[in-house]
């Protein structure tokens, strides 16, 4: 996709509740399109553009949902996700009649080459990290539109929009080797961990499209890297850490709270004492990113440092909801790695509070890749509940269930079923801390089963 014509009047969207077709969908309305899409479910997202933001939604999957105003072929640009099976009877309709269908990702990698892309990829903390690096740019003079993973805690929502900055904040999604269209002015990687092996195949292809996208970066232009990571293809411009020797790093780590405070090191500042708003130790790693790129585009260190303590961070990481007698925790976590991080810093900030966790896996592919490494990341925790495996855009797959996950738990371990689920959870909980993790639809609980601690601590 080379330019979007100047004839196109509407844009509809197939798949218009996902995180990254939402941003596209206000992005096409705040530039004056008329926009329309489909989605499978209604969600708190769909809800708010159809309401709030006059972008209506429809939720049958048949053509005649479609308006007269999106059958115009010359005036319409059509945007579809991989998500989307390909015989939904919307896409069928778009199809044979001729119209050109375009992926997010090819319309997103237009938009990136409008601006100075600063484009943040990697098998997790891209999204905290991008957001971030948004907030940071925002609240100082250089200022940025952006284009989120997540639905920012300060802002409300994932793009924002900024005429007067050339930059672009984008979160570069490897999923379906998305990332690929980008044209980065900057660019990081921040983990390569096994995932979307229904794509890859293996780690090799994976860590090849990562390589590939390094290479997109600008003559010119930047390419961070977390230290450890081997890239044999992508010249590195620096590699960043956390408590060890590398070309951009934080240490002297604290913890006040739910607060953490460190240090950051770096070609164009040294920072002392930094406050972060949100908790752990993968935050400051995302963090010590965010900073360096926000330095490279002329944010100043006095105003890093202003802004961090301010951040609210991102929906759906590390949001506490509740915090009297149990503390209630709920996180997007869907990978071994992930998991691990959100658990490792439930024990650092709350060592004497006894931890649950309640985990719905995300794919039966990814269960079936990775159910012993989920076993031993739940094994952080004290007690393990386990939800039906959420199937997304899959089939099952034979004896693929949460039981091969259970089996190798050795903590206190039950599979509740989502209808009893938070009955479960309110007759089990008395104390300590609880924590939901899932890429699914378990946020579905989160209203619930805060009531429930939040009565409970009165």
Known sequence: MKNISEKIENVYFVGIGGIGMSALARYFKANGYRVAGYDRTSSPLTEKLSGEEGIPVNYRDSEEEIGADFRDKARTLVVYTPAIPQDNAQLQFFEQAGFGLHKRSEVLGLLSRRGKALCIAGTHGKTTTSTLLAYLLHCSSVGCNAFLGGISMNFGTNLLLDAHSPYIVIEADEYDRSFLHLTPEMAAITAMDEDHLDIYGNRKNLVAAFEEFGGKVREGGKLFVKKGLELKKAA???????????????????????????????????????????????????????????????????????????????????????????????????????????????????????????????????????????????????????????????????????????????????????????????????????????????????????????????
């Open 236 to 458: 590195v411009s620096g590699y960043y850490a956390v408590d060890g020797a590398a070309d951009f790093y934080s240490d002297n780590l604290r913890v006040e709270g739910v607060c953490s405070v460190f240090d950051y090191h770096g070609v164009k500042a040294e920072i002392k004492d930094l406050k972060l708003g949100v908790p752990g130790r993968m935050n400051v790693e995302n963090a010590t990113l965010a900073i360096t790129l926000a330095l490279e585009a002329g944010v100043t260190p006095e105003e890093i440092k202003e802004a961090l303590p301010g951040f609210k961070g991102v929906q759906r990481r590390f949001n506490i909801h509740a915090s009297g007698r149990t503390i209630y925790v709920d996180d997007y976590a869907h990978h071994p790695r992930e998991i691990e991080a959100v658990l490792q810093a439930v024990r650092e900030i709350w060592p004497e509070r006894k931890l649950t966790v309640a985990f719905q896996p995300h794919l039966y592919s990814r269960t079936s890749d990775m159910h012993d490494w989920f076993a031993r990341s739940l094994n952080i925790a004290d007690e393990v509940i386990l939800l039906d495996i959420y199937p997304a855009r899959e089939l099952p797959l034979p004896g693929v269930t949460s039981e091969i996950i259970r089996k190798d738990v050795v903590k206190p371990s039950a599979i509740v079923p989502k209808e009893r689920f938070v009955r479960f959870v309110e007759e089990k909980m008395d104390g300590g801390v609880f924590v939901t993790l899932g890429a699914g639809d378990i946020d579905r609980f989160v209203p619930a089963l805060t009531n429930i601690f939040r009565k409970g601590s009165n």
